[in-house]
């Protein structure tokens, strides 16, 4: 087990250089409150999740966007989503 462990300089953080797409996305969806949007198409539900659950940064706090999908062929399905606010605690 201790030949695993290995000591040295903790490497730098990651670091993005540009903002991702969905900081535009969720720009986008705050500037038009309560109205829906097709953020993407064709692409697994589980975005959706993501979206609903703050699994992405732009999407945080939890509770401040919805999101649902639309199946489209081939198994995919169409994601939908909105920003409702900020939520009181």
Sequence with gaps: MTDEIKFGALP???TRA????WA???AALIARPSEW????????????VRIRNGGYMA????????ATC???KN???DIW?????????
């Design 12 to 14: 730098p953080a990651h």
């Design 18 to 21: 540009a903002p991702s797409r």
């Design 24 to 26: 535009e996305v969720a």
């Design 37 to 48: 949007a097709m953020v993407k198409e064709a692409k697994p539900v589980g975005v959706a």
């Design 59 to 66: 999407f945080r706090p939890v509770g401040a966007f919805e």
């Design 70 to 72: 639309r199946n489209t």
């Design 75 to 77: 198994g995919k399905a």
């Design 81 to 89: 989503a909105r920003f409702v606010g900020v939520p009181n605690d």
